[in-house]
């Protein structure tokens, strides 16, 4: 699934003229495990599975540089992964398939991001 | 058309398509240059890179030493031990990456390096050139004026003709380049450090409205935290603000999204 993610934000990307797209896609493939992510807790909260999301600090800011420490983990573990090795697959595979922005696709990649949204503001 | 259209003209360069090869182009100017973004022709004619992409790993000769330089796919070049020596056919290789020998066994294939025994320089190509072998020598350097030979072979990959491969027939040697070597970009780490601030901004003002009610300013900071990573705010833009977001912090108490859209509550 988030290989299909890389590779739409690879190719939108590339296209558009970003002169890192493949650093840029990772970064994209990163938004959208954080929503997941996100929505996830969200979820396991709604259920009283866990109490809810942390909160580090009281302060808008500073509880948001709190949270770049587990989220740069992430990043960092996604960066790895989408290796040059891994990327250049991914790239090979979806490449040669026709009309990769098939209504299907874009459907499929909206509804990642828009589902983890929705469950994000309503929960 | 020569037999090796479909190796851009260049069998020297093109001697190891093991499928393996991406990330090299020769520029404009005949120069080898590394790009980690550019694995393909279609990479390149996207960002309107003049040139011609060679692979993620190939070799090369040295017309002024007349030795192997290698193109690593890290970004390095580093040179082969073995000079070239004169060059005398005997042997056939077949299509697995082995060599078997009817004459003598004087080449062999390592990984995808090659050796050579008995004074004898001899080129396997593998699968994509398996009905072609090259021999070959430089034109300068201490073996210079040396003949340079591409070996047709047939199906069984017994050498049957061999062509006049010298740069006056369209066979060039290339030179090693000065820019082949992975090149230090401060500009593209300090981006990368800005459009990583950026996705980690949108994802932790995510988190932050999640974890409480959202508001304006987790919107208005997602608006610009996206902006930062895939539009056309950059680096520069990403961090002056970053600093900018935490000055304001210390002076106010308040971010500058918060100020600006929710100063009041």
């Known amino acids: 699934m988030y290989n299909f993610v890389f590779y ?3 190719r939108m990307l590339s296209r558009s003229g970003d002169d890192d797209s493949l650093f840029s896609s990772i970064l994209g493939v990163f938004l959208v495990i954080g929503l997941h992510i996100i929505a996830l807790l969200k979820i396991l909260a709604h259920f009283n599975v866990i109490e809810g999301l942390p909160i580090f600090s009281d302060t808008y800011l500073h509880n948001k540089l709190y949270w770049f420490l587990p989220l740069g983990v992430i990043l960092g573990i996604v960066y790895l992964y989408f290796n040059k090795r891994k990327a ?4 090979d595979k979806y ?9 299907g696709n874009v459907t499929l990649f909206i509804f990642l991001i828009v589902v983890p949204a929705i469950v994000i503001a309503k929960l | 058309m020569t037999p090796y259209h479909y190796g851009y003209n260049n069998p020297i360069v093109y001697k190891y398509l093991f499928g393996l090869l991406e990330d090299w182009y020769e520029n404009e100017n005949g120069e080898i240059v590394y790009d980690e973004n550019v694995k393909s022709q279609q990479d390149m004619n996207d960002r309107g890179i003049k040139g011609t992409y060679l692979g993620e790993q190939g070799t090369a000769i040295d017309e002024n030493t007349g030795k192997t330089i290698v193109y690593n796919s890290d970004g390095t070049t580093s040179t082969a031990e073995k000079e070239l020596a004169e060059v005398v056919v005997t042997a056939r290789g077949n299509s697995s990456g082995s060599s078997s020998s009817t004459a003598s066994a004087d080449w062999f294939s ?6 050579y025994a008995g004074g004898v320089q001899s080129v396997y190509e593998g ?4 009905r072609h072998k090259f021999d070959y020598r430089p034109s300068k ?10 070996w047709k072979t047939n199906k069984a990959g017994e050498a049957v003709t061999g062509i006049n491969a010298s740069p006056a027939n369209g066979y060039r040697i290339l030179k090693e380049s000065k820019n082949a070597v992975k090149k230090f970009n401060a500009g593209r780490i300090l981006a990368r450090t800005g459009k990583a601030l950026g996705a980690l ?3 932790a003002t995510i988190a932050d ?3 409480g009610t959202w508001k304006s300013y987790h919107t208005a900071d997602v608006i610009i935290g996206v902006a930062m990573t895939f539009g056309p705010v950059g680096w520069i833009g990403g961090l002056t603000y970053l600093a900018a977001d935490l000055v304001t912090q210390g002076v106010t108490g308040k971010s500058i999204t918060e100020n600006l859209f929710d100063g009041n509550q």
């Open chain 2, 201 to 203: 901004g949108v994802v």
């Open chain 1, 8 to 10: 739409f934000f690879y």
């Open chain 1, 95 to 103: 490449s040669s398939k026709e009309n990769f922005y098939s209504l």
């Open chain 2, 127 to 130: 699968a994509f050139f398996s």
């Open chain 2, 110 to 115: 390592s990984g995808n390096l090659l050796g």
């Open chain 2, 141 to 150: 350097g201490p073996n210079a004026d040396s003949w340079t030979t591409v």
């Open chain 2, 209 to 211: 409205g999640a974890s």
């Open chain 1, 88 to 91: 250049k697959r991914v790239i």
